[in-house]
């Protein structure tokens, strides 16, 4: 079992433990949070960029390689991801040696050396430069249906940023940026592992107590004013046309997360789900299908991918929204619900094992206001009826909400087959 504590050192700055005392190994995260959607105009990136640059050596550690190697002196490999509202370093480590991971952390976040700004950019361009065509055109579908959702706001920018604003970047900006954001106060430290809270809060005061900042910059909201189905067709040369359908969703905090969780696990959670079903193993047109729920302070959407054939296309479209139309109308059995219940308890028991999923679930859940035992998400788990899934289907899957996109190799009559099918699946609500 684990017990998890969280105390609060004079500058702000939280610290979370997870006490695992059954395992060998401990899980170190920094939580920073800013993201993406902090990007000022025109700096679309900056987050993701600065996380880079601190990995560039710092007044203890003067090189990458330095960090590196003295990461795996204790048994760790320091990594850092970055996405629309959070920054994390992270670590796995052998629980002797936390106090020299805090130290080496410590020095990243406030004394890189931030050197190397153009070497840099030429590795975060080559980055880009997946998402992009020989023109230079945007062909990530995930990126162009962030522009759908959210135009004009940061949310809908790569969080890689783009050409021009990776190019844009000076010292000048990332040295304000880190003031702007990374504050103790706007930070969470979580630990997972064989160590207490007291023992944590003993090796982190030290390394952090010169840390100190005020308050940061407020974030700008989106306005969402859609009104009816968004569609964008991009032709690329490519043997297949990779599909991004998404929906409008809920907010983080938003009491119907869990039901959305299990809508993702009916239609795409598992080989035996409605969608892999259907377009994989009865009609053979699609390889996988993959579902994503992304959650923001204010906002968020479901999201279902698959690549398939052009000649593919307008089936893989129509078969969909028709599943999606089916759950609005009809639900959820209650036996399709126990068994994706059923499963969902199990991986909630598997996570106990993980010190990743631990620093994970009450770390970012301590950035962002969302601490959620087991115990609590078991209890609301088992309180959700078909009633509530239809329900929540209902909201989420209305037409008004849905945002299409298909990038990659498709005729004009394909492109119409799929607006159709959409026109479809509009008028079907209002006969409903």
Known sequence: MSATSVQTLPNG???????????????????????????????????????????RGTADYPTSTDIERAFEEIGGAVNASTDEECTCFFSRIHPEHLGKALEILSSMILRPLLSGIDTEKKI????????????????????????????????????????????????????NYIASFYLPANAVLAVAGNFNLQELAAVADPCFKSWQGGVTPPVQHPVERQLAPQSTFFPD?????????????FARNDERIMALRFLHRILCGSGSARLNLTLREQLGIVYSVD??????????????????????????????????????????TQDELERVRKSYFYELEYSRDSCVEMQ????????????????????????????????????????????????????????????????KYTAGWRVA
């Open 360 to 423: 994970i679930r009450y770390g970012w859940g301590e950035l962002m206001g969302i601490v959620r035992d087991l115990d609590d998400d078991i209890h609301q788990a088992t309180a959700i009826t078909t009633a509530d899934l239809q329900e929540v289907a209902s909201l989420l899957f209305s037409p008004h909400n849905l945002n299409l996109v298909v990038v990659g190799s498709w005729s004009e009559q394909e492109k119409r087959g799929v607006l159709d099918r959409i026109e």
């Open 13 to 55: 700055l939280r610290i979370v433990a997870v006490h695992m005392p059954h395992l060998h190994s401990a899980e170190l995260a920094l939580y920073i949070k800013v993201g993406g959607r902090n990007a000022p105009p025109g700096k679309e990136g900056l987050a993701h960029f600065v996380e880079h640059m601190l990995f």
């Open 124 to 175: 975060i361009t080559e980055e880009a430069l997946d998402d992009l065509n020989e023109n230079g055109e945007e062909t990530n579908p995930h990126n162009l249906a962030g522009r759908l959702l959210w135009p004009d706001h940061p949310l809908g920018e790569p969080t890689i940023g783009t050409l021009q604003s990776i190019a844009s970047f000076t010292d000048d900006d990332i040295r």
């Open 291 to 332: 579902a994503n729920i992304a959650a923001y302070e204010e906002t968020g959407c479901f999201s279902i991918e698959m690549s398939t054939a052009a000649e593919n296309l307008v089936t893989a479209v129509a078969e969909t929204l028709d599943e999606l139309f089916r759950l609005t109308r009809r639900g959820v």
């Open 237 to 249: 040369p490519d043997s297949q046309a990779h599909l991004h359908i998404s929906f409008r969703g």
